[in-house]
């Protein structure tokens, strides 16, 4: 099934509908939410042309494609439906930041829309600012319309991820919450740029733990080595300073790809259980002794399916 575009500021496609009532049962629905920087149909903003694309045409050092790093490439019919949600996200921080609010609200029609076709609940995967998108959309959804979200480097604060998981949407979603330490200084801009540094980022982690939210340090090598073991090799981070590491390292998206598609196979309490319980603070990676500078692009993208 081929992959599925819908901009926050046009109506749903038709198409969008039609194709999820014919999905077979059990294949997965999984929307896609871009960060920061993005205008769709603008040269060099595109995401349909960076990591929504099957083959991304341009910033290659930040893109990989997500669509097909997800398993949905057209190439199996029971592989489910990837949905490309784009939104205007270019401009001032704080205006972008208050523009998701209204993705937000975008995003949860889609979502109701989605579940009322199908009667099965949405996967979500967003980047940076696409996080806050996929939060405060669960204050507009209703419970269990959303099974699983994977934040990646989220721009948003903890008080406010608290408020979308204390509604009725966030009680009965999972969150797995991936930080590293590499996204310290952009963490720290985003506190200041937005909140003049009076509220925390997720990159800290929730303030208080919550039996369906799980934050994953992907670059701790205790983590590391949990994911290795569980048959999730994650190739370990290379630069000190990086907002895309936690899609562009190698073996991630193996993992979110299970945590979406899959997810009985991967309990949230299974994978608390098994990692670690803390996160290190923020600016540790700063002191760590100097990692390789070469990079391989991930498996998927070496080599076709």
Known sequence: ????????????????????????????????IHGYGYAAGVEGRDPYEHIFAMEPTFNLHTAISWPRAL?????????????????QSTGRLTRIYDMAEI???????????LNAA???????IGHSM?????????????????????????????????????????????????????????????????????ERSLGNGLTRPLRNWLDL????????????????PVAPPEKR???????MREGLFDLYRQVLRQPDRLPLPFLAEALPKAQDPRWSRLFARPRTSGFALP???????
């Not at 199908?118 to 979500?124: A, D, L, N, S």
């Not at 340090?217 to 999730?232: F, K, M, N, S, T």
Request: net charge negative; charged share 20%; glycine share 10%.
């Open 1 to 32: 099934m081929p992959l599925l575009k819908v901009h926050a500021s046009s109506e749903l496609p038709a198409d969008v509908l039609a194709q999820a009532r014919a999905l077979p049962e059990g294949a997965p629905i999984v929307v896609m």
């Open 71 to 87: 398993g949905f490439d057209g190439t199996n019919p029971g592989e489910g439906l990837g949905i490309a949600f784009s939104w």
């Open 103 to 113: 993705a937000a609200q975008r995003l949860a029609r889609l979502i109701g829309a």
């Open 118 to 124: 199908t009667g099965r609940p949405v996967g979500i």
């Open 130 to 198: 696409g996080a806050r998108v996929a939060l405060r959309a669960l204050r507009h959804a209703h419970a269990g319309q959303v099974a699983r979200m994977v934040l990646l480097a989220a721009a948003e604060f903890q008080n406010r991820a608290e408020e979308a998981m204390a509604s009725p949407a966030g009680r009965t979603c999972e969150v797995l919450n991936v930080t590293s330490r590499d996204n310290d200084l952009f963490d720290f801009l985003f506190e200041w740029g937005v909140a003049r540094g009076r």
């Open 217 to 232: 340090q992907i670059d701790a090598p205790e983590v590391i080595e949990v994911l290795d073991d569980l048959g999730y």
């Open 241 to 247: 300073v990086c907002h895309f590491a936690c899609y």
């Open 299 to 305: 498996s998927f993208q070496r080599t076709a399916k």
